[in-house]
């Protein structure tokens, strides 16, 4: 087992799930930035944010994630990670002519002009399938390099996410190797969601290994996974010796039957690493293992 301590992220809204799934989800800035908070007190050194429009669609609003940051920075000192990959909905969605809907590329990218230390890179193709909707989310290598030049222009660290092995092996590891971020490069495998995402993998403990064998050198893992999966598959992440996340976007449950808030979630992961006697890292710990630089509170 690594010696390291323990980073956890929570995710507390995410581009998919719905107050109608879970009242605790919080959407709007007030309330991502009060659930941030409590989660930061139970343990949390990672805010991994969505956006979301005033009726709950999905977007990448560089105002409305510098409303949710700025409340967020009156807190607390946590790492602010917010994300490139939008969501399921609202300003993300582009009809297209045969009937299929387009992730909206251009959205995506606004997700890097609201002041974050991180930033989720999703540098992969793949067919969402959500809400009777079959949404492209196209990335080819082109849009990859926008999007990770912006994050460099920017001063942003990627959070290089990745849904299966061809992710890691292909654009993550390509990009890494051109030298568009620096050591260690922190990978965010998420496991679990092959029922609405095509392309990605279902958890389970050979493919988390074989996966976690698959890394770049001078790489630090996070494991995220989706429903049920979310805690045997971090159990394990802390068991190998990487970080985790928990939250809503990725789990709307505690327990059968028994919805979930953000914050619960992280404490139970917390009490988990304690039993494994992994440390839980502070933010200010997080950002030296990141190698990020200190704020200033």
């Not at 920075?73 to 969605?93: H, P, V, Y």
């Not at 002519?97 to 990218?109: H, I, V």
């Not at 974050?116 to 492209?136: K, P, Q, S, Y």
């Not at 979630?265 to 933010?283: C, D, F, G, Y």
Request: glycine fraction near 10%; charged fraction near 20%.
């Amino acid at each position: 087992m690594a010696s390291s301590k323990l980073i956890v992220t929570v995710a507390p809204t995410g581009g998919m799930a719905s107050k109608a799934q879970n009242p605790n989800l919080p959407t709007q800035p007030a309330e991502i930035a009060d659930s941030v908070y409590n989660s930061y007190k139970e343990g949390a050194a990672i805010a991994a944010l969505h956006a979301r429009r005033p009726d709950d669609g999905a977007t990448c609003n560089a105002d409305i994630y510098r409303d949710i940051n700025e409340r967020i920075r009156a807190k607390c000192d946590i790492i602010i990670n917010n994300s490139t990959g939008g969501g399921s909905s609202g300003d993300m969605l582009v009809a297209r002519e045969d009937g299929l809907f387009e992730s909206n590329f251009e959205e995506r990218l606004k997700g890097c002009e609201a002041g974050a230390e991180m930033a989720t890179f999703d540098g992969m193709t793949f067919v969402d399938v959500h809400g009777g909707r079959e949404i492209l989310v196209v990335t080819p290598p082109s849009r990859c390099e926008t999007l990770v030049k912006r994050m460099v222009e920017r001063g942003i660290k990627p959070e290089w996410e990745v849904f299966g092995p061809s992710h890691i092996l292909q654009d993550v590891t390509r990009l890494i190797q051109k030298g568009y971020d620096k050591p260690p490069y922190y990978i965010n495998m998420v496991l679990g969601a092959d029922h609405g995402f095509q392309g990605a993998m279902p958890y389970s403990h050979d493919i988390l290994t074989a996966m976690v064998g698959m890394l770049p050198p001078q790489s630090i893992f996070c494991v995220s996974a989706i429903g049920p999966a979310q805690l045997p598959a971090t159990t394990q992440a802390m068991l190998l010796g990487g970080h985790v996340r928990v939250g809503l976007e990725d789990n709307n449950y505690y327990s059968r039957g028994r919805l979930a808030s953000n914050e619960e979630l992280v404490a139970r992961t917390v009490r988990i690493a304690n039993e494994l006697q992994r440390e839980i890292a502070s933010p200010e710990e997080a950002r030296e293992i990141l190698g990020l630089a200190k704020i200033s509170q």
